[in-house]
């Protein structure tokens, strides 16, 4: 099975900081890598897919980046709406693993 | 628009039976590939099993592999989740999720509201 691991497992950080989450998978992924955000309450929702492409509707401050077993999620000005609990998945083989989360909190 | 409306999920005893049902709408369920995905309390989400569009592909998490098992009714556009055997640790809301296909890969596109299974002892 392909394990993620995701660092940091938190921070804390300002409005208008640059943020980088990495997720590390423990065999190579190519680039069937995705990334979520999750809200209190709600679903998670996805960011982006295939490592490095933006969803649809989703600001252009997100954007990821990576391939084989090291991927990043950067937010490159941190907005109010950000502060939330964010997610990366490998769709590459079953089964579909999640990392266990980066929580993103203001300072 | 796309829906996926989960219901089933109560309080149940450890050991006892429960069966989740999807109800989906919006979109050509038979051309689908469809998950449950749970996520316990205070915790990240968990990939629980996956069934291809005819249902005859599926998978299931180590987790729940033996005791869990995944279908579908295309032709009343459901999804199910037939959970035997459980455990306190499947404590969690369920969601279906429908998946997006793309040339070379895939994602969780949509997502219910999830239903809560309560295993209690």
């Known amino acids: 099975d392909i394990q993620l691991t995701q660092s940091p497992s938190s921070l804390s950080a300002s409005i208008g900081d640059r943020v980088t989450i990495t997720c590390r998978a423990s065999?190579?992924?190519?680039?069937?890598l995705n990334w979520y955000q999750q809200k209190p309450g709600k679903a998670p929702q996805l960011l982006t897919f295939?490592?490095?492409n933006l969803q649809s509707g989703v600001p252009s401050r997100f954007s990821g980046g990576g391939s084989g077993t090291d991927f990043t999620l950067t937010i490159s000005s941190l907005q109010p709406e950000d502060f939330a609990t964010y997610y990366c998945?490998?769709?590459?083989?079953?089964?579909?693993?999640f990392g266990p989360g980066t929580k993103v909190e203001i300072k | 628009e796309v829906q996926l409306v989960e219901s089933g999920g109560v309080v149940v005893q450890v050991g006892g039976s429960l069966r989740l049902s999807c109800e989906v709408s919006?979109?050509?369920?038979?051309?689908?590939?469809m998950h449950w995905v749970r996520q316990a309390p205070g915790k990240g989400p968990e990939w629980v099993s996956v069934?291809?569009?005819?249902?005859?592909?599926?998978h299931y998490a180590d987790s729940v592999k033996g005791r869990f098992t995944i279908s579908r009714d295309n032709s009343k556009n459901y999804l199910f989740l037939q959970m035997n055997s459980l455990r306190s640790e499947d404590t969690a809301l369920y969601y279906c999720?429908?998946?997006?296909?793309?040339?070379?890969?895939?994602?969780?596109?949509?997502w219910g509201r999830g239903t809560p299974v309560i295993v209690s002892s």
């Open positions: 295939a490592a490095s």
């Open positions: 065999q190579g992924i190519i680039t069937y």
């Open positions: 998945q490998q769709s590459y083989s079953s089964p579909f693993t």
């Open positions: 069934i291809s569009g005819d249902g005859g592909t599926t």
């Open positions: 999720v429908k998946q997006w296909e793309l040339r070379t890969s895939w994602y969780f596109h949509v």
């Open positions: 919006g979109f050509i369920f038979n051309d689908s590939t």
